[in-house]
């Protein structure tokens, strides 16, 4: 069974920067990390989800969502089966749970609902 750890959340300024990261594990030897594309997703309490962003699994596309677009920037290091997601210029409605999510496959999705694995989230905080 995959398993997602996230990292790197914290409290920061507005305009400060963090960057999360998302070890995962439990392979098999039939697929790696690197068969799966991997994705961000955010959660303000008593909302919804929202989508941030998403990479696929050779990590040489990625796509953001408008709110963060130009701000936060997406990458992965399969060999450390390892994704990240820099968060700069962070806005007070960055403020969220975020999540990162893996689905088999080469492509990624905008729509987290195709993502299969999830983490246990960590808190971002940014005070104006």
């Known amino acids: 069974e995959v398993q997602l750890v996230e990292s790197g959340g914290g409290s920061v300024q507005s305009g400060g920067s963090l960057r999360l990261s998302c070890k995962a594990s439990?392979?098999?030897?039939?697929?790696?990390?690197?068969?799966?594309?991997m994705c961000w997703v955010r959660q303000v309490p008593g909302a919804g989800l929202e989508w941030v962003s998403a990479?696929?699994?050779?990590?040489?596309?990625?796509e953001y969502a408008d709110s963060v677009k130009g701000r936060f920037t997406i990458s992965r290091d399969n060999a450390k089966n390892t994704v990240y997601l820099q968060m700069n210029s962070l806005k007070p409605e960055d403020t969220a749970v975020y999540y990162c999510a893996a689905t088999r496959g080469i492509d990624y999705y905008r729509e987290y609902a195709f993502y299969d694995y999830w983490g246990q989230g960590t808190q971002v905080t940014v005070s104006s």
């Open positions: 990479i696929n699994a050779g990590g040489s596309s990625a």
């Open positions: 439990g392979f098999t030897s039939l697929f790696a990390f690197s068969d799966y594309a």
